[in-house]
Structure formats: C-alpha cells, structure tokens
C-alpha cells in the first residue's frame, strides 16, 4: 500500500514542476496581445496638428510620408481600429481626409491626406490620471510660427538690445562714438503681453462638480484679456494658446521670449481636493522653495501637465537644460523677479476688488511656465474650479470680464510707472517732462557730446544721472540734467 503511494505522489510533484513551465511556453509562443484603438482625437494648432490614438495596449507604430499625392502613413501591427475616423474634425489643420484598412492580416494602417508638407514625429505615453496608452502623432509645419502674428524684425533688433542691457550683457562699444551719435527718432513701439491660457487640448486641466473644464475657462478670460490689451495705445497682445490645443510648458517660455514679450502670464483655474476653498491667487517664480505649503502642492500640480498634454519625455525640474541654465543668471532674474513681484502685488490689489483673495500676498514657487529669465511673469489663479459657487461665477461672462480687466490694470499700471525706454508710454512721458530747469529733451542732431558741453557736465556723469549704457539717444527723449 505504501509503495502503491509514492509513484503518486512523486507524479503529483512531477505535474507541479511541468505545467507551469508548459503554461510559460505557451504563453511565449502566442503573439503579443493586440491592440484596439479606442478612440481617435485631433488637435490644430498654428505651427501643428496633433493626432492622438487611444490604445487598449501599448502598441509600436510605423510612421512615414510618402509623395504624388502627399500622405502621412501610420502603421500599427497586431491592431485594430475601434474607432470613427470620420467623426474626426479636421478643420484647422493640415489633414484633408483620414483613411484606414487592415495590413498584413491582423495589422491596421491610418493613412492622412495632407495638404501641405509635415515634418511627422510620434512617441508613445503610458497611461496617467487622465488617460491609458496613448500614441501621438505630431505633424509640425515647417516654416510656420505658434503665433499667427510674428513679431516685426526691426523691433526684435530693439528687444534684444533692451533685453542684453537688461542681462548685464551689452556688447562693448565705443563710447567716443556713441556720444557722437545724432539723436535717433524714437521707435515709440508697443508693449508686448503674453497672454497664456494653461493647459488645452488632451488636457483639460482640473475639472469642476458641474463639468466645467479649467482649459475652457481660462481660455475665454485669455481672450477677454487680449481684446484689452490690443484696445490700449502703447500695447499689443500675443496668444500663446489661442485655441483647444496643447503647448509644453517649455514651449510657452520659447513662444514669449521669440515674440519679445514684455510680460507674461500664465491664466489658470486652481483646484483642491476638497469643495471649500476659494478665491483668486497670484504666483511669481521662487529661485529656492515655495513660500507655503500649497504653493508647493500647486506647482507640483501644474508642472505635470506635461505628461497628460501629451509632451514627449520626462520633466524634471532639477534638469540643466537652456531655460534653467538661463534662470540661473543671478543679475538678470533678480531684475526679472523684482518686477515680476510688482506686477503682481498690483495685479493681485486689483483682482480683490473684484473676487475674494485666496492668498493676501504674492506667492512663489517654482512654476516651469514662469522660468524665462528676461520676461517678468506671473501666474495667476483666477479662482477655484473645484468651489461649486466659484465654477458657476467662472462660466459668468461678467465675472470673466472682470477677472481680465483686473489683471490688465495691474499689468498697465506697472508698466505706465515703468515704461520700456524704446516704448510709445516711454514717449509719452517724456512729452509730458523737459519743463524744469534741470532737464532737457533731446532735438534732431543732438549728440550726447554737444549736450554735455552746453551744459558744462561731464559726459560720463551725464550718462550716469540717465542710466544710459552705450545706448542711442533718442529725439524726444527727456534727460535729466545734473547740477554742478
């Protein structure tokens, strides 16, 4: 009876060893689990059109033009379409039709009619709070700008030697020279703002108890905000986002600092995981850490929409990529910050007469939209989405008008008491000075030379009284005369 057990149980031991290694080559000679395109979302941009493929799985696709007629051509083995690629508007972006059939078997292939030339790349995401696996799909249109208003070639010469004086950096010159150069008409050019809508496209940033998505709110206080700006003599607004698409963060910092922005702001709904607080918020960049506790939630929070905007690679804000590298430049961020701190007390006073104040002071943390070097900027929490009373004034017209019309007058106010040289307020100011004794405004076929000795001053001390740094003189310009 005994020996009769043993080969039993010895079996029994064999069929334990056996079956999982037969279930693990089983499973090794099946082919991978496909994937099932979900859903397909498009996204137009200026500059570009992003495709996102929803996926079931993760999936490796296959992707390349091909000419006479022009096409983009998406492969994905081991896939099917669930999807309507019919449902898809392409209107805005460079895509005149989308077509799709079975390859290979069991592989599915998207190919996009194009109406112009792309330059495609893709990537792939795992999934994140918002979505599961995603393959995007970017076709960037050479030659083309993020902002349908590119900035006039001219006044970029002008910004950039503003901003290299600004930096510390201006380029040695002779100042023999200089003070023999004839008085320049003045450029009286516009102040540049700005204007950033957070998130859009695939991310709806945070999302209110009824629905309302942040992305949708502050895009229409964006808008507000810039018919005010191009309404004011002396001002000029450029839409970072001017439509339901997304732009890295980093992106945002490259599109204001390309258009030689002046200033700029970042417009957003803030959000709590809980219903009770409310009120509006203003941040400025912190070189070191955030001055409270949920600032430092709030920058966490907002620097992650990158990985549900759908940008390829990770973000870390300890990286020493250009912008941070920029960031770190102690003379130009600390003149940066200063005036950033200004606006946004001003800013922050006037948005209390029209909402309730979360924080009493400006706030600092280390916000990845607010690390340009050369461009004062803020970050402004309009309210919170997540207060059903503050969602339902958010969607307010009125409410949003008022918001727009608060930031701007911050905004305005500062740059009316401390305007660009270069500027038409600059101008404007000087039209309204040169009546006392001790200043002088500058003629047609002044030098600064001529002017120093009329007035028995020294020419270095008269540069000195002016701040003028190797700059041009300019006609109109008032210079303040110091007595001997």
Known sequence: MTRGVLPSRRFARLVGVLLPLLALALLIGQPARAAVVDNLRL?????????????????????FTLENPRRLVIDLPSSRLAADPARLDLTGSAISA??????????????????????????SLAPNDQYGHRLVVDLEYPGESAVE????????????????????????????????????????????IAIDPGHGGEDPGAIGPAGTREKDVVLQIGRRLQRLVDETPGFRAVMIRDGDYYVGLRQRIRIAREQRADFFVSVHADAFNSPRP?????????????TSEAAQWLADSENRADLIGGVDGGLSLNDHDEVLRGVLMDLTLTATLNDSLSI????????????????????????????????????????????????????????QQGLAEAIFAGVREHFQRNPPPTSLLAWQRDQNRGGGSNEYRIQPG???????????????????VNEINGDVIRVGQVLRIPQS
Request: aromatic content about 4%; proline content about 7%; hydrophobic content about 40%.
């Open 43 to 63: 996204w137009a941009a200026p500059d570009h059109a992003r495709l996102v493929f929803d996926l079931s799985a993760p999936a490796e696709a296959n992707v």
């Open 278 to 290: 409310q009120g509006s918020s203003v941040y400025a960049l912190s070189q070191s850490g955030a």
């Open 149 to 192: 208003d590119p900035i006039d070639p001219i006044e970029a010469m002008i910004r950039e030697q503003e901003m290299a004086a600004r930096a510390g950096e201006a380029p040695a010159v002779d100042e023999s020279a200089v003070a023999l150069q004839q008085a320049q008409p003045h450029p009286r050019r516009d102040i540049i």
């Open 344 to 399: 946004g007390g001003q800013v922050l006073e006037r948005l209390g007469r029209v909402n309730r104040l979360h924080k009493s002071r400006v706030e600092q943390a280390g916000f990845v939209v607010l690390k340009s070097p050369d461009i004062p900027s803020l970050l402004v929490e309009t309210g919170f989405i997540s207060n059903p009373d503050e969602e339902r004034r958010l969607r307010d017209s009125s409410h």
């Open 98 to 123: 989308v077509r799709s059939g079975v390859r290979d078997g069991d592989g599915l292939r998207i190919v996009l009619d194009l109406e112009r030339e792309v330059a495609p790349r893709h990537f």
């Open 446 to 464: 002044d030098t600064l030379s001529e002017i120093a000795a009329r007035h028995r001053v020294p020419l270095g001390t008269l540069k000195q």
